[in-house]
């Protein structure tokens, strides 16, 4: 992508922007996939996206629906072409037509995050409880791994009901020819839990012990190529009985069958403690960067513009929204546990008050302080940004979607986090005091944001 930047004003920059032909189909190619993703339309071997839109819903021109997507995905290349970071997301003004296989030109007004200020670069201070490690987690672990080892005996008969587990045997076929993957002369199989296609679930539902049934069903596989295709099954099940599950007895026998890489229980236990704690002590670090950065708040001077404050406020409704969507919760009903529309509008507003000026107080820390990204800093963000993953393809992911400038942003504030930290007084209580003191140093800073 070529980009070139004209200055318009103070922190204002306007990128003209021209998308290859070859980032254009990307784009739109990434869009469509999101279009199917969202409306729930599985692919199918050997035809395209929009083949299958325009067979499963009518569309027949799917570029023309996912235009917007496809160009709002091209803003961030921009940007991480000049290394800016936006006081708030840009919209791009097309100056001609998103079509396949040609070049797509459009303007793109940046307004520049501003650099404030602190009234002070003093080390802060804070009161922290002494870090305490719950030794019953460890418990809790092993009760898991147990149910997730438990064996299965014979219950009582009875029509197979949602949750209901039975030993099955099944010979599978596909063209007349068995599918060694499905066909089985015993398997438990448990209803309802998602690991076989819903068409399958269907089938067996109601069926009884000594009964068979002939049916297909439909399920994703993969061609010769990796390409993904939707297989039809032939199959013949029978259910052999209804069983239900007994949790075993952890012990060294136990260890030995399942866990063979330890001696023993106690190896096991120690190795999860060990896990376990690694894990609450960076949840206790993470509690002392956010008191520290709690702390700066009210060193911020400056006045934040009402765009960035509106655009904050939306993604923080945006992913509110999606988590209660995902609890199973309607919103009106998160609005009323949270106090009403009122109470819930001022805690956004204090909410978002509170992530831009702690970002801009963290801002302004590496700044003063000269600090410096190293791929160790960019590796940290990744894995604060998603624990689970692999931060080399966290990084690639975010890089190759044009978010580096996004990265950079939060590897640097991290690092500024960290050295606020590191040069932090802190007063850690004495564990009779911890409890009451940590919920009103919370409350202090929930009830009293900076001004």
């Known amino acids: 992508m070529k980009v070139h930047s004209k200055k318009l004003g103070e922190n204002q920059l306007l990128l003209e922007c021209e998308a290859t032909p070859q980032e254009v189909n990307e784009a739109l190619q990434a869009a469509q996939v999101g279009f199917a993703q969202s409306m729930g339309l599985q692919p199918e071997q050997g035809k395209t996206v929009a083949q299958v839109a325009e067979e499963r819903m009518g569309i027949k021109n ?191 026998a136990w260890v030995q069958q399942y866990m063979p890489m330890y001696k023993g229980v106690e190896d096991l236990r120690a190795d999860i403690a060990r896990g376990l704690e690694h894990q609450a002590r960076e949840e206790y670090e993470n509690y002392k960067r956010q008191l520290v950065a709690n702390a700066l708040a009210p060193r911020f001077q400056g006045k934040i513009a009402d765009e960035v404050y509106e655009t904050m406020r939306s993604n923080l409704l945006n992913n509110i929204h999606a988590e209660v969507q995902q609890q199973g919760m309607t919103w009106e009903q998160f609005v009323e546990q949270n106090g009403g529309d009122q109470q819930l509008g001022m805690m956004l507003m204090l909410q978002t008050r509170e992530m831009l000026v702690q970002g801009y107080c963290l801002d302004a820390i590496y700044r003063h302080e000269g600090l410096t990204l190293t791929d160790e800093d960019i590796e940290a963000a990744c894995r604060a940004m998603n624990p689970q993953g692999n931060p080399k393809q966290t990084r690639q992911q975010l890089e190759t979607t044009g978010r580096g400038f996004a990265l950079r942003e939060a590897a640097e504030r991290l690092k500024a986090n960290n050295w606020v930290l590191e040069h932090a007084k802190i007063t850690v209580l004495d564990p009779e005091q911890a409890a009451p003191v940590v919920e009103e140093q919370v409350e202090e800073v929930v009830e009293e944001p900076a001004e």
């Open 62 to 252: 799917l570029d023309s629906i996912v235009e917007a997507s496809a160009i709002a995905a091209m803003v961030p290349h921009a940007l991480d072409k000049k290394n800016l970071v936006p006081a708030f997301p840009p919209e791009a003004q097309p100056k001609s037509a998103l079509k396949r296989d040609q070049s797509f030109t459009f303007d793109l007004p940046v307004a520049l995050k501003p650099d404030y200020e602190l009234t002070s670069y003093e080390p802060v201070e804070i009161t922290v409880p002494p870090f305490s490690f719950d030794e019953t987690l460890v418990d809790r672990q092993l009760e898991a791994m147990a149910e997730r080892y438990a064996t299965f005996v014979t219950a009582d008969p009875k029509p197979i009901e949602a949750g209901d587990s039975a030993l099955i045997a099944m010979k599978c076929t596909e063209d007349g020819k068995e599918i060694p993957g499905l066909t089985t002369d015993g398997r438990t199989f448990t209803a309802g839990q998602g690991y076989m296609p819903e068409g399958f679930e269907e089938q067996v539902l109601g069926m009884e012990p000594g009964q068979t049934k002939t049916f297909t069903f439909e399920g994703p596989d993969f061609d010769e190529d990796f390409n993904p295709r939707t297989q039809t099954v032939e199959c013949t099940l029978t259910v052999i009985e209804i069983q239900k599950p007994e949790d075993p007895k952890v012990d060294d």
